[in-house]
């Protein structure tokens, strides 16, 4: 939460009998969830979260904003994913580039991301990732040092260039994608 004032990683009773760990900045939350390496589930309340988030996870983490799409939540900086992460980011706007590393598996959701997104996105064997009603302001590329695999797009919209410059993209998927160059 953006807007808390209290000590980072402080537990909350909740009135169902279940507790919360609240967090003020994203990537707090990430560093214990890495800690943990077990699947965490971080809610991110609405607001605007100024830092640069990098998931070096090896196992499932979700990220996902609270409620009302991308319009209420945004990272106002980079997002780098680690080989090998598994991750579900979902209505959390990204202000600057998104870049994985070899073999992530990463699940967008109901997104924007303003830069740009490169890397070694599609996960390893029969690990895929998927992008699903995402606006890519400043394009997907793939340059020389990514090949990505298994990569599915669906309800898109791609702005800026998208490039394959010197990459390989095999399986890559798209269903009711749109593209434009403002």
Known sequence: DA??????????????????????????AITAAD?????????????????????????QLWVQAESGGDNRTF???????????????????????????????FHAEDTRIAGSVSGGFGGTGTAFS???????LSGYDIGASQNPSGVYFSDCLFGGISTWSSGTCTGHYFNNCDFFVA
């Open 75 to 105: 990272l106002d900086g980079n997002l780098t994913l680690s080989a090998s992460a598994i991750v579900h980011w979902k209505g959390v706007r990204v202000g600057g580039t998104v870049t994985a590393g070899t073999n992530v598996e």
């Open 130 to 136: 998927t992008f699903r009603d995402v606006v890519f």
């Open 3 to 28: 807007n808390w004032t209290g000590p980072a990683g402080s537990v909350l009773s909740l009135g169902t009998g279940s507790t919360t760990i609240i967090y003020a900045t994203i990537q707090a």
């Open 35 to 59: 800690a943990d390496n077990a699947a965490r589930s971080i809610l991110v309340n609405a607001g605007t979260y100024t830092e640069n988030v990098t998931i070096s996870a090896s196992h």
